[in-house]
């Protein structure tokens, strides 16, 4: 075996099948060993079958961490940040007017007010259906002299225009296209005043005319550095849409163009939604220059029951007859983590009753162990079927006050190769994984630098 010292700019790795390189900065490096391809060395970080206890799988963890990490660059997204960087500054008067304007034209009353006898309080109600179409909100704005002005003219599309503090043109715009179907999304009331004792309120209810497409761009320069494009199932809406007789189904792609227009970063949701009767569903992957990062699906079957009627309501979602689940991500193609819930309406019933016994030990730790019935998270490398390990939940005790214990949950993990088991915080903490975070940490660095420029 070889060692070999580092030099002041440090190392880049690369594997095979990676276009990009892990790269090591000197200061995270202590020596690097070279061993001949034959060797069945242990410590070999490319192959976690060749190790038999938890240091080598830390090891491969930590290798995975680091080339996902290396997988983004702050300078990426160097043309982008800085053209956004001042928007902020610019005068909304002109556009917030707009705006307003624009609602007003879709506002209409509902009939005469009407009062309601409460308790202790008379209010009047008038009842207003705001219909809110996507070529209403058609306009094109550019910023001059710090304000944001409407140009004159009518206009198909919404777009902004502005220089940014290179110099360069910069447009966003947005269009929509296809089918639309008109849906009521939500209700919001609004005081709007007194007359005497009684108090004045306005009904606002809400409607959009959902269309099938939606394209979003901006541009610099007149070379396109992000596009969205967003499918919606319409064929299921209804004006009074409930999403637990009828469903919804969107698909979302994302490009997003380097520095300089050389390479690409996607972001594809493929078809997430909901459909009545069957479940839940979504598919959603990260590319990098056609190479994928990190890829996710996930499965509930079950019905939902959400009942929510204005906009100041918490979202109120029966989960007693959400059944199986399924999910799986998939990380550089080097760690799957593939999970079941076999009942998420029990699993969530037994981590509330958990919850509710807090100062009594055995029947926390009962109820957390029926939850972890409801579970089946394993991990796997390489994408084989040999499980290297699998996530859980105990329970442990968080904290106590005089003679009384307080317990709650966490998350564990165990490996395959030795049995060991440690608590998720714990295993992946700052000093155990210090070069991941200390290049997250230098990535965040880079982002907040270029920002401030």
Not at 39 to 46: G, L, Q, T
Not at 92 to 119: F, H, Q, R
Not at 412 to 419: H, K, L
Request: with cysteine; hydrophobic share 30%.
């Amino acid at each position: 075996m070889t060692t070999m010292s580092v030099g002041a700019q440090g190392v880049k790795i690369y594997l095979k099948g990676y276009s990009n390189p892990i790269d090591y900065p000197a200061s995270t490096i202590d020596k690097i060993e070279f061993y001949p391809a034959e060797s069945d060395d242990p410590n070999n970080p490319n192959d976690p079958n060749q190790g038999n206890n938890s240091t080598d799988d830390k090891q491969f963890l930590e290798d995975t961490g680091l080339q996902l990490l290396n997988q983004f660059k702050a300078s990426d997204f160097h043309n982008i940040t800085r053209s956004v960087s001042h928007i902020d500054d610019y005068d909304t008067d002109e556009l917030e007017d707009w705006v307003d304007d624009c609602l007003n034209s879709v506002k209409t009353a509902l009939g005469a007010p009407y009062i309601v006898n409460g308790e202790y309080s008379v209010y009047q109600y008038t009842d207003y259906k705001y219909l809110l179409l996507a070529s209403t909100f058609h306009g094109h704005f550019s910023v001059q002299n710090n304000k944001w002005i409407k140009e004159s003219g009518s206009a198909n599309d919404l777009q902004f225009t502005f220089i940014d503090p290179e110099g360069k043109t910069c447009v966003a715009r947005a269009t929509t296209s296809g089918n639309t179907k008109t849906v009521h999304i939500i209700n919001d009331k609004d005081r709007t005043g007194w007359d005497g004792d009684m108090r004045l309120y306005d009904n606002n209810m809400y409607y959009v005319d959902v269309p099938e497409h939606v394209e979003a761009t901006y541009t610099i320069n007149g070379m396109e550095m992000v596009h969205v494009s967003v499918d919606i199932d319409v064929s299921s809406l209804a004006e009074e849409w409930d999403l637990t007789s009828q469903g919804a189904s969107t698909t979302v792609n994302v490009r997003i163009t380097k520095e300089n227009g050389v390479g690409q970063y996607d972001i594809v949701v493929n078809r997430a939604g909901y459909q009545a009767g069957t479940g839940a569903y979504a598919n959603f992957s990260l590319s990098n220059d056609g190479n994928v990062i990190l890829t996710a699906n996930a499965s509930a079957v079950g019905t939902v029951d959400l009942n929510v009627t204005n906009a100041s309501d918490d979202p109120d979602i029966n989960t007693d007859n959400f059944g199986v689940a399924y999910a799986e991500v998939d990380i550089l193609g080097r760690v799957q983590v593939r999970s079941t819930i076999n009942s998420v309406g029990n699993f969530i019933k037994y981590l509330e009753e958990a919850d509710d016994n807090r100062t009594d030990k055995d029947e926390h730790r009962r109820k957390v162990g029926r939850a972890n019935n409801e579970l089946n998270a394993e991990f796997f490398y390489n994408g084989g079927s040999d499980k290297k390990g699998n996530l859980s939940l105990e329970s442990f005790e968080d904290y106590s006050w005089g003679d009384t214990h307080y317990y709650d949950v966490r998350p564990i993990i165990t490996f395959t190769s030795d049995g060991s088991s440690y608590a998720l915080e714990t295993y992946f903490s700052e000093d155990a994984f210090q070069t991941v975070v200390d290049t997250y940490k230098n990535l965040i660095d880079d982002f907040n630098d270029m920002l401030k420029k």
